[in-house]
């Protein structure tokens, strides 16, 4: 994150997957999309609220060559119990979305479950844990 604007400044495209915490909240603001190529293309397939919503419906509006693909929603159903857009980006040539749904693949249940009870079981025999994240860095 310490080189983001070098990064924003130099890349073509540019896709978010990473976790959503207090630092990276609206880690994708007007400033950041300024610095990106007129024609850069930027995908989030984590976390809606990594990109600050208004400014990157008014870049794409103001910007017809800058694309943006999501596959996360601001307002979404598991979190709000409903679906919500608060700006007409599907109404937008230079804008894909998709629905926030990777979780609904077979077998991603029961994988989940597998690396948790792993984890468990590793913590008991005290070795190393997959996917330790600090409470402090979360809401």
């Known amino acids: 994150l310490k080189d983001l604007d070098y990064v924003l400044k130099e890349s073509d495209i540019v896709v978010l997957s990473i976790a959503l915490n207090n630092r990276t909240q609206n880690l994708i603001g007007r400033h950041e999309l300024e610095l990106m190529k007129q024609d850069a293309i930027l995908v989030n397939v984590a976390r809606a609220a990594l990109i600050d919503e208004t400014a990157l419906f008014e870049h794409l509006v103001n910007n017809p060559h800058f694309k943006a693909g999501i596959d996360a929603w ?13 700006h007409p980006f599907c109404e937008l040539s230079n804008f894909i979305g998709s629905p926030h749904n990777s979780a609904m693949v077979p077998g991603v249940i029961r994988r989940a ?19 330790i994240v600090s409470r402090k860095q979360y809401r």
Not at 113 to 131: C, H, M, S, Y
């Open 74 to 86: 601001w307002v979404e159903p598991f979190s709000a119990g409903t679906f919500k857009m608060d």
């Open 113 to 131: 479950v597998e690396l948790a009870a792993l984890n468990v079981l590793n913590f008991i025999q005290d070795k190393p844990i997959r996917g």
